[in-house]
């Protein structure tokens, strides 16, 4: 019999931010995936979901680089899937954590795809965005009544966020710390700045809520930072 | 010393979809607050915490009416309110659940405003959202890569609608039963029908998924249904 691939949200950074599903999901699982995008460096997800393994918990941590060479990222993931594989194929439960919710933003979408492909069977446990636990923190809607929400990466390009921006009545901008100076001229121009609040590390130890973005420099702007634009505040 | 109000995300039906420390704080409140539509109705929120409820907890049930008389409207809230008020005064733990996330389109968001702006302490606890379960479900992303995803109520106009059906590589269609043929004869008009999936109670028991929109009668067409559109499907 062959085994299940599970793919489990842990959530923001909190540790109680995860599901009792995904917990019970880790703690009956024969192998934890831990992704992590370099060798040596430390494995957030399984920083979260530390509390719950026990110590005979089996941990394999897989490296997914963040390259834009085709060859190496090929050839990276053709191993770690092999490896999944070889797990699936001895009829284990191999469970996948991954930050936020596991069918956003995540490289676990592709995972799965994968592994659904070869014809296994997978089974996905939500979790927790950051943006919904920001929300909770500022009390601030991501919508009510019948206004939209858009998700965006500000990477997505100066277009698609000029559409975004000018379209929703909420929008919540992902990855801002790459090109933050541009964001905030953007939403300057846009006259949306009084309505943008931005967070870091939500749910971490070292949490900050910023109002004024106009006034941050971009070298000290997290890569773990969301920002909430609300048009009608 | 007044006391504290929590607003819990249960999320979408599953009671294993609610996150550890939501569990915690439903176990640690003086006072559940069980949100219903109608005063003899059930409480689906209820029905899916109850498993970690024991016998000597402390549930009130409190009416929001869904009507459009605003008169009847705010007496209901001020009543609400007023009782909600009086525990925080006694220095309890006021506990309110609420369906997916208390930040997205959730009564929550009201009445936290209201809380904290009488000055009470207030935490929010994020929740799973039906879409992110639902993604998950169907073995699709709600937006990967530079991707942009909106969220939008099918009760928010046609304009808003054709933007944002015309604008985001994902729309996720929210309260769908109301206009649910009208927004099939856009989805074809736009081209949008092949990347569009209905699921229905998902999380639950009675959980369905509809791939061909086409071919569902308006009437069966449940309220707790949401859709996923994806352009390049």
Redesign the interface.
């Known amino acids: 019999m062959s085994g299940i691939f599970y ?1 489990v ?1 842990v ?1 923001p950074g ?8 995904g ?2 999901i880790l703690q009956e699982a024969d192998i934890i995936i831990a992704p992590q995008t370099k060798k040596e460096g430390p494995s957030t997800a399984l920083n979260i979901v530390r509390p719950y393994l026990d110590a005979k918990a089996q941990v394999v941590k897989l490296v997914f680089p963040m390259v834009d060479i085709p060859e190496e990222l090929n050839e990276s993931w053709r191993l770690n899937k092999e490896k999944i594989d070889t797990y699936l194929q001895e009829g284990k439960k191999v469970a996948f954590i991954t930050l936020g ?6 490289t676990y ?2 995972v ?2 994968l592994i ?1 492909d070869s014809g296994y069977q ?1 089974v ?6 950051s943006f ?2 920001m ?3 500022l ?15 500000a ?3 100066e277009e ?1 966020l000029a ?2 921006l000018s ?2 009545d909420n929008v919540v901008l992902m990855k801002v710390s790459r090109n933050f100076r541009g964001l905030v001229n953007r939403l300057k121009e846009q006259d949306l700045l009084k309505g943008a609040f931005m967070v870091s590390h939500c749910g971490w130890e070292n949490e900050r809520i910023y109002t004024n973005l106009e006034e941050l420099a971009e070298d000290t702007v997290s890569y773990f930072s969301t920002i909430l634009v609300k048009r009608n505040k």
Do not use: C, H, W
């Open positions: 793919g949200g959530g909190d540790s109680e931010l995860i599901t009792v599903k917990v019970k919710d596991p069918m956003l933003y995540s979408i592709y799965q795809r659904k997978v996905t446990v939500p979790g927790i965005t919904s636990l929300a909770g923190r009390g601030e809607a991501l919508a009510e009544n019948d206004e939209t929400l858009v998700i965006v990466p990477t997505a390009g698609t559409k975004a379209f929703a």
